[in-house]
T-cell receptor, first 114, second 113 residues
Framework: DQQVKQNSPSLSVQEGRISILNCDYTNSMFDYFLWYKKYPAEGPTFLISISSIKDKNEDGRFTVFLNKSAKHLSLHIVPSQPGDSAVYFCAALGSGGSNYKLTFGKGTLLTVNP | DTAVSQTPKYLVTQMGNDKSIKCEQNLGHDTMYWYKQDSKKFLKIMFSYNNKELIINETVPNRFSPKSPDKAHLNLHINSLELGDSAVYFC????????????FGQGTRLTVV
């Protein structure tokens, strides 16, 4: 039972354009959401996060939007750069004792073409 | 200076063998984890330790035994390896207080033949 879903396995965009990666979740207990970036043969690296009390968090070229009523979040990267090409994982942390466990989506492979 | 390091990076072994993967973090975190990324690319938690005490065991077979000699180390021992154990195993660490990101090691690709 996937509690965090990334329905697009891959996304291809042109350099300089916006990349939008989407994530849906089913567990209403989740209250903190994170995006991780992963290059081949490396571990996931933290990118940006958002608390459920916010609907937007911005860090440079990266912005995460959260729509709690729709149980949906998205990561916007603008402008996209070739070095952004990687797998992006959406992850969630929950209250009620689940703060020690990240629940991950399956990932979306982003390719930014020069 | 690597924050979370795990060894080896690659491990190829025969069915039935016993193997260990080591993990060390120099971030001063109290909580450490083992995650498994299977062939379908799902990253799923296996274990979580907080200050050397087991706090999460996600119904992992008891052939897998984590050992935490101190809060900077969490090693994973696997007995009687099976073909289905082939996966990439990631160690991670974080602070346990409040919502915070976890830092991951580079992963250990285990192949059981």
């Amino acid at each position: 039972d996937q509690q965090v879903k990334q329905n697009s396995p891959s996304l291809s965009v042109q350099e300089g354009r916006i990349s939008i990666l989407n994530c849906d979740y089913t567990n209403s207990m989740f209250d903190y959401f994170l995006w991780y970036k992963k290059y081949p043969a490396e571990g996931p690296t933290f990118l940006i996060s958002i608390s459920s009390i916010k609907d937007k968090n911005e860090d440079g070229r990266f912005t995460v939007f959260l729509n709690k009523s729709a149980k949906h979040l998205s990561l916007h990267i603008v402008p996209s750069q070739p070095g952004d090409s990687a797998v992006y994982f959406c992850a969630a942390l929950g209250s009620g004792g689940s703060n020690y466990k990240l629940t991950f989506g399956k990932g979306t492979l982003l390719t930014v073409n020069p | 200076d690597t924050a979370v390091s795990q060894t080896p990076k690659y491990l190829v072994t025969q069915m039935g063998n016993d193997k260990s993967i080591k993990c060390e973090q120099n971030l001063g975190h109290d909580t450490m984890y083992w995650y498994k990324q299977d062939s379908k690319k799902f990253l799923k938690i296996m274990f979580s330790y907080n200050n050397k005490e087991l706090i999460i065991n996600e119904t992992v077979p008891n052939r897998f035994s984590p050992k935490s000699p101190d809060k900077a180390h969490l090693n994973l021992h696997i007995n009687s390896l099976e073909l289905g154990d082939s996966a990439v195993y990631f160690c991670a660490s974080s602070q346990p207080d409040g919502n915070t990101e976890a830092f991951f090691g580079q992963g250990t690709r285990l192949t059981v033949v």
